[in-house]
């Protein structure tokens, strides 16, 4: 959520007068602690490798600054990729550097500390500086950095993240007398979920909610994609900068060697996996299969309950001599044009995209396709390096709804009415990967309508109104399917903004 830091003022004020929360909690709140769970490319990540960088006066050492270091990034950008990109189908490091994330608050305050740079990449900075001038102490806020790189499954391998999250649950406790609050900002978001469910199969089931009630008094999901994000097809097929001075093509070249890219993806409300827990076995050529299955819903719905179809593109309808194979096997496909030989344009709802459908019928077309899809549905041994997909992830397939966590008080902070993007047209742009397709246009929705890139009203099902800039109103407003018949909603203007740029802050209670 962009600019929503101000929101978190909300927060607090709440806290002030938290004897309003459920649960009964019967300490001392000020024994509560605030433990912090950031979203995607928001926490810093260091080198920690030696990096001889040619034609370049900076070089990478152990400890120094990866994500983000501007300076290195516009005088040593190959260098700087290799220390960011991954491989794409193990989630290993580039054998000439390797990158972790950081630690403490300073990991998640600026991104790129700096006279200039600092206000410019500041995430948590403000809000922590509000806490301290409103009296909170300094081991009541506590940070949980991770590797936002990474699937939720290769955090546990690679770092044991949720162990160490667990850990930290339980040191708060023992330090301050108390439960924690967590605040999750956008994948953060998709990171707590998955601990709920790892936490699952570490603690027995009757000590389960005993131990959520113990360690967590409430949970603020902030701007959190709860059915995915479209801005992630953008950055999957065209890319997306964040603002970086490099080129879009290098954009997706490096996001698409992250396990983490297609956690946000769209995915459709009426399909789940079976709730079945097993237990990670560390046998290598054990699988685990999920049945994905849509209920009636997804069959009678047009677009997976969202506002349009997410994906619409333009592919050739001639593959060399031989008809592209993938057309006749995608539903509901435009074929008008297959004769002449003009380019087919296929559509694509939320489903099809996180099932791996698009990928699958791009994949004559497009090199990161397969691998791609590789990280959705399949299951690999590479040089005795395990690596679950999503749909085969034995603690839970994220691409499905998330039902209401057994936690006791839960608020959603999300930003509204602000021009959001909703789906989009793409075409080949003749050049080669990584810039090998362009957006042709962008649908919009805008306080409950739903507009083309040129303003033309387009017709679909838009929401009641619009998201925060970033994720759709249909995707922030899930959770107001967790909280029953009564559900207090309240909307506030965000300060700093212009009437014609007003965004406003929804808290669901």
Known sequence: MRGGHVGFVVIFILL?????????????????????????ASTQ??????LDCPYSPLDFNPLDLVWLDTTKLLSAVNCWLKCMMLDPYNQTDHNECKSRPDSGLSAITELDPGYITGPLSSVWKEWIKWCIEFGIEANAIIAVPYDWRLSPSKLEERDLYFHKLKLTFETALKLRGGPSIVFAHSLGNNVFRYFL????????????????????????????????????????LSGSTFG????????????????SSIWMLPFSKYCTTDNVYRR???GGNRKYHHAYHCDEHELKSKYSGWPTNIINIEVPSNRGNEVYPSVVETPQTNLSGKECGFPTQLS????????????KAIKNYDPDSERLFHLLKNYTMFCHLKFRSYHDDPILNPLTPWERPPLKNIFCIYGVDSKTEVGYYFAPSGKPYPDNWIITDVIYEIEGSLYSRSGNLVEGNPGATSGDETVPYHSLSWCKNWLGPKVNITRTPQVGRSESEKLYLTLCL
């Not at 002030?16 to 995607?40: M, R, V």
């Not at 990540?45 to 030696?50: K, Q, T, V």
């Not at 970086?244 to 396990?259: C, I, K, Q, Y």
């Not at 099809?352 to 990928?359: C, H, L, M, Q, R």
């Open 16 to 40: 002030a007068t938290a004897g309003n929360l459920s649960g009964e909690f019967a300490g001392d709140y000020s024994k509560l602690s605030g433990i912090i769970i950031p979203g995607f």
């Open 45 to 50: 990540l260091r080198a920690w490798s030696i």
């Open 197 to 236: 469910e790892w936490l699952k199969l570490e603690i027995a089931p009757k000590e389960y909610g005993r131990w959520l009630d113990d360690h967590i008094h409430a949970y603020f999901a902030v701007g959190a994609p709860l059915l995915g994000a479209i801005e992630t097809v953008k950055a999957t």
């Open 244 to 259: 970086l001075p490099v080129s879009e093509g290098t954009a997706r070249l490096m996001f698409n060697t992250f396990g």
């Open 280 to 282: 990670y076995f560390s």
């Open 348 to 359: 694509f709802s939320a489903r099809e995209v996180s099932d791996g459908t698009f990928f």
